[in-house]
């Protein structure tokens, strides 16, 4: 956990620290008349253009001074309306699409017209569409479509380095359990800085919900607790009975009408345990980018989600229970025992579980048009029954304007 703190504040002093030096020495700059020149083969020039005579045009660009390209081999010929503090390392940082987002979560800083984007993960695609200048549409799905999601993005105030903007995601099962499961991630965003190098705070909320009457759909993850709590193998465990024989096993669990197996004992109904038919989290985010030579930028994106699940309480019973058993004769005896178990009830307090979800990752620039990241990801969860666990996901991602 403190380590987890002194990440974020030693990232989060880092991009402020590049912020302010931004504010400090690039507001003053007034803008150019530049405009971005990307020819058939990929290749891109930032400049002012000098001449057109039909034919071929005069740019005068900050790498390599004046150049004169023939019409014919030029692809799209578009403005350039950041200021002269966006040209850094002689590399013009653009104002494309790929600039709103981070490795997952987004800026306040809008998708402008026509800068419509693809985003190719390993589980699946993306698609964010610019309906306005600062309005913006995207799918998210994984390659079968299920899960699949709608995102929306809203900018509402944008002063010099100071942008806010609210979005949602609203997502189903698709094909998986017929669409009957959905949810949503609802949030506001506040951004501080440029396009090239910039932080974002992020604050939401998160909901999903499954269906009342399917208790087996990802039942691991909706699980409250038992019904009953016993155990057969655990001298540890509160409700233990000590009795090794199978047969007595069965008996106990058929006079409760459960089964070991997950509850199932003929009924249809998973009589086991209790589940949950939706889950609320509050969610924070920490992310900011930073300029990397003239190709590059690292990217630090952070979510973290805060839960609140209900306990189960246990109430003492003791049952007597008659089992058959067989000696080593093979002679039928009846043995009585008894069982020792809890009844469980929802109670109304609750714990908390505390998902951090960091993605630092690194963006390449291969030209205007695409792009490629890749991030160490990984989460760390803490419960406050079960402790803390952790794990690594690397991801990969290619950005590609259209």
Same mark, same amino acid.
């Given at each position: 956990?403190?380590?987890?703190?002194?990440?974020?504040?030693?990232?989060?002093?880092?991009?402020?620290?590049?912020?302010?030096?931004?504010?400090?020495?690039?507001?003053?700059?007034?803008?150019?008349?530049?405009? $971005?020149?990307?020819?058939?083969?990929?290749? #891109?020039?930032?400049?002012?253009?000098?001449?057109?005579?039909?034919?071929?045009?005069?740019?005068?660009?900050?790498? %390599?001074?004046?150049?004169?390209? @023939?019409?014919?081999?030029?692809?799209?010929?578009?403005?350039?309306?950041?200021?002269?503090? +966006?040209?850094? @390392?002689?590399?013009?940082?653009? &104002?494309?699409?790929?600039?709103?987002?981070?490795?997952?979560?987004?800026?306040? $800083?809008?998708?402008?017209?026509?800068?419509?984007?693809?985003?190719?993960?390993?589980?699946?695609?993306?698609?964010?569409?610019?309906?306005?200048?600062?309005? *913006? %549409?995207?799918?998210?799905? +994984?390659?079968?479509?299920?899960?699949?999601?709608?995102?929306?993005?809203?900018?509402?105030? *944008?002063?010099?380095?100071?942008?806010? !903007?609210?979005?949602?995601?609203?997502?189903?099962?698709?094909?998986?359990?017929?669409?009957?499961?959905?949810?949503?991630?609802?949030?506001?965003?506040? /951004?501080?800085?440029?396009?090239?190098?910039?932080?974002?705070?992020?604050?939401?909320?998160?909901?999903?919900?499954?269906?009342?009457?399917?208790? @087996?759909?990802?039942?691991?993850?909706?699980?409250?607790?038992?019904?009953? *709590?016993?155990?057969?193998?655990?001298?540890?465990?509160?409700?233990?009975?000590? #009795?090794?024989?199978?047969?007595?096993?069965?008996?106990?669990?058929?006079?409760?009408?459960? &089964?070991?197996?997950?509850?199932?004992?003929?009924?249809?109904?998973?009589?086991?345990?209790?589940?949950?038919?939706?889950?609320?989290?509050?969610?924070?985010?920490?992310?900011?980018?930073?300029?990397?030579?003239?190709?590059? &930028?690292?990217?630090?994106? !952070?979510?973290?989600?805060?839960?609140?699940?209900?306990? %189960?309480?246990?109430?003492?019973?003791?049952?007597?229970?008659?089992? #058959?058993?067989?000696? +080593?004769?093979?002679? !039928?005896?009846?043995?009585?025992?008894?069982?020792?178990?809890?009844?469980? !009830?929802?109670?109304?307090? /609750?714990?908390?579980?505390? /998902?951090?979800?960091?993605?630092?990752?690194?963006?390449?620039?291969?030209?205007?048009?695409?792009?490629?990241? %890749?991030?160490?990801?990984?989460?760390?969860?803490?419960?406050?029954?079960?402790?803390?666990?952790?794990?690594?996901?690397?991801?990969?991602?290619?950005?590609?304007?259209?």
């Amino acid at each position: 956990m403190k380590s987890i703190t002194l990440l974020l504040f030693t990232m989060t002093f880092t991009l402020c620290s590049q912020i302010n030096a931004q504010f400090a020495e690039g507001d003053s700059l007034s803008s150019k008349n530049l405009f $971005l020149i990307i020819k058939n083969d990929g290749g #891109e020039y930032i400049g002012e253009i000098i001449s057109d005579d039909g034919r071929e045009i005069l740019v005068i660009t900050k790498q %390599v001074g004046k150049l004169y390209l @023939n019409k014919s081999e030029i692809s799209s010929i578009s403005k350039v309306e950041e200021k002269i503090s +966006s040209i850094k @390392n002689g590399e013009f940082r653009a &104002s494309g699409p790929f600039t709103t987002r981070y490795y997952f979560t987004n800026n306040a $800083l809008p998708i402008k017209r026509n800068e419509n984007y693809g985003l190719i993960h390993v589980y699946g695609p993306e698609v964010h569409l610019s309906v306005a200048n600062k309005t *913006s %549409v995207g799918v998210m799905a +994984s390659w079968i479509a299920s899960p699949i999601a709608l995102a929306l993005k809203q900018q509402i105030l *944008s002063y010099k380095k100071f942008h806010f !903007s609210i979005g949602s995601i609203i997502g189903s099962s698709g094909y998986i359990n017929q669409g009957q499961t959905y949810g949503g991630l609802h949030w506001g965003t506040i /951004t501080l800085g440029d396009r090239s190098s910039n932080i974002s705070f992020s604050a939401g909320v998160a909901h999903i919900n499954w269906p009342s009457n399917d208790d @087996n759909f990802m039942s691991g993850i909706r699980e409250i607790g038992e019904r009953f *709590s016993y155990s057969f193998y655990d001298e540890t465990h509160p409700y233990f009975i000590a #009795e090794e024989d199978y047969n007595a096993q069965y008996a106990f669990e058929d006079s409760l009408n459960i &089964s070991s197996n997950w509850g199932w004992n003929g009924n249809g109904d998973n009589s086991r345990y209790f589940y949950k038919n939706k889950q609320l989290a509050t969610v924070i985010g920490i992310s900011g980018i930073a300029p990397i030579g003239k190709k590059a &930028s690292f990217i630090f994106d !952070s979510m973290v989600f805060i839960t609140e699940n209900q306990d %189960v309480n246990y109430k003492t019973k003791e049952k007597d229970i008659i089992y #058959e058993r067989f000696d +080593s004769q093979g002679n !039928s005896m009846l043995t009585p025992f008894t069982a020792k178990y809890g009844v469980g !009830s929802i109670a109304n307090t /609750t714990t908390r579980n505390i /998902t951090f979800i960091l993605m630092p990752a690194m963006r390449f620039n291969k030209s205007y048009e695409k792009a490629f990241q %890749v991030a160490l990801a990984g989460f760390i969860n803490y419960d406050e029954l079960d402790g803390l666990q952790s794990a690594p996901i690397p991801m990969i991602s290619w950005l590609r304007k259209f």
